[in-house]
């Protein structure tokens, strides 16, 4: 096609979507990738083997519509989570990007507002915008992490109709503790979302908000299988409530909005739990062993329980990021002042970070 394009500004865009920018983070082919908290380590060949069996058992339908309520998926995903859950607790999408906007698509949207404390998940704004609602910041202390008083009463002014509570926070890697969110859930009379994207990389004897959901149907609970389960490709997010929230949910959806593909290898990819998940203690090992060194350097790591580590102490952080990015090493440049954030790799990939960082230096 010839002739010249037109511009953004030339296009008859909602009002509300002018100026905005779209989610960014830059994807180029360094050899060190640590930049959008993967997890880098491959599916297991024999784990792959069978996904694959499993996509090609599902392609000789395809010619049909898919499971819309893809049941064997939220079986699989009741069994996972435990404490009780049952698939009508359970839902799925492509991502939990995905999952999270279907719940704004229900309960927020033109007129309502949607609440975070930042700096958290950058997508969440964005996803509410998308929705036509209004964003509300909330504050965090310098050390992000947030008293329960505190978070109550900024939650109780703003009485926003959803709250994101992500734990373990990204991109500060901050644990929150379940009283917070007992506290947020009596503050507001709107929808809590509490983000465990990161759950599997904290202390093994954490207690998860599902916990939590018992008497609180205004309470979510989403999970990802694109960290601890290496399936990020793959576009497979979900979530813990109480039934009646996932009738809402059903409102918003696209029929057959999860492929029989994407049912398939997410399925199988449960059947695997434990090996898939077999990485999480050596990728934690990896970032412990991130916050250790780049202390020794003279920056500050802050606490964190998620697969990537939130460092301080950088004099321009826009200079490091581009003398790693020289170094083939990608990492990320989250806009929070003095600051850089990098995930934890395998073995040779978190050296290589390492070594290219104490190359660098630029500790204040
Ligand atoms: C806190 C948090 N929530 C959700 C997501 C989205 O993950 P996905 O859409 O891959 O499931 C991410 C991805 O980085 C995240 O950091």
């Not at 060190?32 to 880098?40: D, I, M, P, S």
């Not at 609602?133 to 009463?153: L, V």
Request: hydrophobic fraction near 45%; charged fraction near 20%.
């Amino acid at each position: 096609m010839g002739g010249v394009s037109a511009r953004l500004e030339d296009l008859p865009l909602r009002a509300d979507l002018r100026g905005q920018k779209p989610y960014g983070a830059p994807q180029a082919p360094l050899p060190v990738a640590l930049n959008v908290n993967e997890n880098t380590h491959p599916v297991p060949q024999d784990v792959a083997d069978d996904i694959l069996d499993s996509i090609a058992r599902a392609l000789r339908d395809v010619n049909r519509y898919p499971d819309r309520e893809f049941t064997a998926l939220r079986e699989g995903f009741a069994d996972y989570l435990g404490h009780g859950l049952t698939r009508d607790q359970i839902w799925a999408a492509n991502g939990s990007n995905e999952v999270l906007q279907h719940i704004l698509q229900a309960f927020a949207g033109p007129g309502r507002t949607a609440f975070g404390f930042a700096p958290t998940y950058s997508m969440y704004p964005l996803l509410t915008r998308g929705t036509g609602a209004r964003w509300i910041s909330g504050t965090r202390p310098d050390d992000f992490a947030i008293s329960a008083m505190d978070a109550a009463s900024q939650v109780a002014d703003a009485q926003p109709d959803v709250v994101f509570l992500c734990s373990p926070n990204n991109p500060t890697g901050t644990p929150m503790r379940l009283d917070v969110i007992e506290a947020v859930y009596e503050a507001t009379q709107g929808i809590v979302i509490v983000d465990e994207a990161y759950f599997e990389f904290a202390p093994r004897d954490e207690r998860s908000a599902l916990t939590l959901l018992p008497g609180r149907e205004r309470l979510v609970v989403s999970r990802t299988m694109s960290k601890a389960f290496a399936f990020a490709g793959a576009r497979v997010g979900y979530l813990a409530a109480d039934p009646a929230l996932i009738d809402a949910l059903r409102l918003v959806r696209l029929p057959y909005h999860l492929s029989a593909l994407t049912q398939a290898a997410a399925s199988a990819a449960l059947r695997h739990a434990p090996t898939m998940l077999g990485m999480v203690d050596e990728i934690v090992g990896q970032r412990d062993r991130i916050s250790a060194t780049v202390e020794a350097l003279g920056f500050t790591a802050h606490e964190t329980w998620t697969n990537f580590v939130l460092f301080g102490g950088v004099d321009d952080p826009a200079a490091t990021w581009d003398a790693l990015y020289d170094q083939g090493v990608l990492i990320r440049d989250v806009g929070i002042p003095h600051h850089l954030r990098v995930t934890a790799g395998t073995e040779d990939e978190t050296t290589a970070f390492l070594d290219a960082l104490a190359s660098v230096g630029s500790a204040a």
